[in-house]
């Protein structure tokens, strides 16, 4: 079996009726990038960037971060790296931040937030320039995806956050042309409010990809930590699967791509029902990339949308795992 799975390496995420489908992996550093392209990740689907800026007493300079970045896109050459913007807030303790106690740091200053807040510019504006850097010989590679949007007014600010920082390299003679043009900017759907609001963020955002940790989280009200909750927070609960549902659809009604990086999309039994729904990537912990990509290998498109009809019509969490042994 284990032969079986490593020769899956190489092969390609398709049904056996033809869907095609990517996966990717997810990392956390720059180093996590070689391991990924050999276990045949397609792209990278989350770059957790936050591990760059924790353990440590000041923040990583520009150019640390170039190199950080610029390693990976070179790992992936001419494949998709989407790089998550800094995702911390009032809950990580990180001392050159000095960031304010808050009473629910989840529901606190955290995410885009966090990077939008005049205080923290700076430390947002170093990332941007690093990104804009390590992208100028590849920029069509660097995807851009900012965390806990909830509103396209926020998107829009981190768009021209993005615009104004490349004015200045441009200016500086440090960028020799625009990149931010061939860029993509999109974000995570992992809020309930951008759950509701996937037609018209899509405006805004070239793609989407869907953060099931928080997603379930925030529609269930429930910390997803919090060991006394483990009733309520269940991975496959109806509320989050039709949430789930209702996000792939809008989006591929608006015509955009969409992919999830949540723990979800790199839990085997949830595959075919991602698959019916129509995920255009899974982006995993690079352990799951194999089995996940049998799943996808061994199932039809019609099987796939069975299970997804049962799902949706299912009303508790425990019927869900039933039906997705
Ligand atoms: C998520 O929320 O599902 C996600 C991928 O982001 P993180 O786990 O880093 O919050
Ligand atoms: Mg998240």
């Not at 990278?44 to 950080?68: H, I, K, M, Y």
């Not at 850097?133 to 007014?153: F, G, K, Q, T, V």
């Not at 969490?317 to 039906?323: K, L, M, N, R, S």
């Amino acid at each position: 079996l284990q032969q079986e799975l490593q020769a899956l390496r190489t092969l390609p995420a398709v049904t056996p009726d033809g869907v095609k489908v990517e996966v990717a992996a997810n990392i956390g550093r720059s180093k996590d990038a070689l391991p990924a392209v050999e276990a045949g990740a397609n792209g990278v689907g989350l770059f957790r960037t936050e591990f760059l800026f924790l353990d440590r007493t000041t923040p990583p300079s520009e150019e640390e971060q170039f190199e950080a970045y610029s390693t990976v896109l070179k790992a992936f050459a001419g494949k998709t790296v989407i790089v998550r913007t800094l995702d911390i807030g009032g809950d990580k303790s990180i001392p050159y931040l000095s960031l304010e106690h808050e009473d629910n740091p989840f529901l606190g200053l955290r995410g885009i937030r966090l990077c939008l807040a005049e205080k923290h510019q700076p430390l947002f504006r170093t990332q941007v320039r690093a990104l804009l850097r390590a992208a100028e010989h590849n920029p069509a590679s660097l995807w851009i995806m900012y965390p806990m949007i909830c509103d396209s007014r926020e998107l829009r600010q981190a768009r021209a956050f993005v615009a104004e920082t490349e004015a200045m390299l441009l200016a500086e003679g440090i960028l020799k042309n625009p990149v931010s043009n061939k860029i993509r900017q999109g974000i995570m759907i992992e809020t309930p409010a951008a759950a509701l609001l996937v037609d018209v963020l899509s405006k805004d955002a070239d793609f989407f990809s869907i953060g099931t940790n928080d997603l379930s989280q925030y529609t269930l009200a429930s910390d997803r930590m919090n060991a006394n909750l483990v009733e309520l927070h269940r991975p496959f609960h109806p509320a989050v699967m039709r949430s789930i549902a209702q996000i792939i659809t809008t989006a591929h009604k608006y015509n955009r791509w969409i992919g999830m990086c949540g723990e979800m999309a790199g839990n085997p039994r949830a595959c075919k029902f991602l698959l019916g729904v129509g995920l255009d990537e899974f982006s995993m912990e690079v352990n799951s990339l194999n089995a996940v990509k049998q799943i996808i290998r061994s199932t039809t498109r019609g099987e796939a949308q069975e299970i997804v009809q049962r799902v949706l019509a299912a009303e508790s969490a425990d019927e869900i795992e039933q039906i997705l042994l």
